[in-house]
């Protein structure tokens, strides 16, 4: 168990370019989620996969954001045209649903620039 | 609907002294409730959990929460500061019934005097 990877960590774009970050999840874990940190807040819900289904969206995840879990185990999130208010910190989590832990265990996030 | 709300961004405390930070939730739904801490350029590490059962929970660290139903509130406490507490610390709720979609508070960051 090498825990929740993200790639890159850090990633710095000009405005009007796409991205996309990459999750892997602990190898074990159904379910996987995205959330985004800015600065002096907490993390905020954008989505999560059950195995390769995409169950929730937030309304924070604009039309430029998109979301894959094509095989159920590591996930992509694209972020198209990126503006400004795009620069966070991305972060993944993963867990398994069913083992009753419940936590989510996070991976060290990806620190998105948009200049 | 979820929600957190941490008392204080801020809380500074001098090593050795009782470590408390404030945590009220709301829930329509019997929350499962967490704490997390992040240190800088990190992702966020679990302290500690509640469920069920024991509204006493004990965590990593020497840290431990009490869920209180009546207060809505799990506030996070250590009896004696280390420096290397200083981190930012966060309060979770997450709904059971909701896909455990989690909702975290701003966060308290804590900061340790020798």
């Known amino acids: 168990d090498t825990g929740v990877s993200q790639d890159p960590r850090h990633k710095i774009t000009k405005r009007g370019q796409n991205v996309t970050f990459r999750c892997d999840p602990i190898?074990?874990?159904?379910?996987l989620y995205w959330y985004r940190q800015t600065l002096g807040q907490g993390p905020e819900f954008l989505t999560y996969?059950?195995?390769?289904?995409?169950?929730?969206k937030s309304r924070l995840l604009s039309d430029r954001f998109s979301a894959e879990r094509p095989k159920g185990s590591f996930s992509t999130l694209e972020i198209q045209r990126t503006e400004q208010g795009d620069s966070a910190m991305y972060l993944c989590a993963s867990s398994f649903l069913g083992g009753g832990s419940y936590e989510q265990y996070f991976g060290p996030g990806t620190r998105l620039t948009v200049t | 609907a979820q929600s957190v709300t941490q008392l204080g961004s801020h809380v500074s405390v001098s090593e050795g002294a009782l470590v408390l930070l404030r945590c009220n939730y709301s829930?329509?739904?019997?929350?499962?409730l967490f704490w997390y801490v992040q240190y800088p350029n990190q992702g966020l590490q679990l302290l500690l959990k509640y469920t069920t059962g024991a509204t006493l929970v004990k965590g990593i660290n020497g840290f431990e929460a009490e869920f209180k139903k009546s207060e809505t509130s799990f506030h996070l406490t250590k009896p004696s500061a280390h420096m290397s507490d200083a981190a930012e610390y966060f309060c979770?709720?997450?709904?059971?019934?909701?896909?455990?979609?989690?909702?975290f508070g701003a966060g308290t960051r804590l900061f340790v005097k020798a």
């Open positions: 190898s074990e874990h159904n379910r």
């Open positions: 829930s329509s739904v019997p929350p499962y």
């Open positions: 979770a709720v997450s709904d059971p019934t909701g896909g455990f979609k989690t909702i």
């Open positions: 996969f059950q195995n390769e289904a995409q169950l929730e």
